[in-house]
């Protein structure tokens, strides 16, 4: 994904002192953080990884699984806390080595759930929302 700044939360020239940096609440000193990670990222190396995708025909349907090998954190590296729980997930999509029309067993059963509310909006992805406001937009006056 590359990054890149949003208009809403471009950085001014007056750096914070230390003693207005302590004044913050942890609210605003988390989004003060969050923006200057994001800028810094921007200028930062690419995340570089290698994705494999496996297509699985069990009676008639496709399924597709898809794993990654991270080759270099690149701009992930400033993230620490978002880079913990990437790690966690990483190993859990590393594939299996297959060949091409190998014939493999599977297991299929059904689950029964319930669906719950979607979750607060985290810091992360109200920036993401805000890079992607008014790309579903049909109409370019209604876009401005």
């Known amino acids: 994904m ?3 700044e949003h208009y ?3 950085p001014t020239k007056t750096v ?8 913050l609440t942890t ?4 989004i003060y953080q969050e923006v200057l990670l994001t800028m810094l990222a921007m200028f930062h190396s690419d995340y570089v990884y290698e994705e494999t995708k496996i297509t699985t025909l069990v009676q008639d349907i496709e ?18 806390a ?3 729980a990437t790690e966690k997930t990483m190993e859990d999509t590393i594939l299996p080595s297959v ?9 299929l059963t059904e689950k029964e759930g319930c669906t719950s509310p979607p979750k607060p909006y985290m810091e992360e992805a ?19």
Do not use: C, Y
């Not at 609210?27 to 988390?30: I, M, P, Q, R, W």
């Not at 399924?63 to 620490?80: D, N, Q």
């Open 126 to 144: 109200l920036i993401n929302l805000m890079k992607t406001t008014g790309k579903m937009v049909e109409d370019e006056a209604d876009s401005d």
């Open 82 to 84: 978002m880079q913990e």
């Open 8 to 10: 809403a939360i471009i």
């Open 63 to 80: 399924f597709e699984t898809v794993g990654k090998i991270e080759k270099s954190k690149g701009w992930k590296a400033l993230f620490s």
């Open 2 to 4: 590359q990054r890149q």
């Open 16 to 23: 914070p002192t230390e003693s207005q940096l302590h004044a």
């Open 27 to 30: 609210e605003e000193k988390n």
């Open 99 to 107: 060949l091409m029309n190998e014939k493999v067993s599977s297991l």
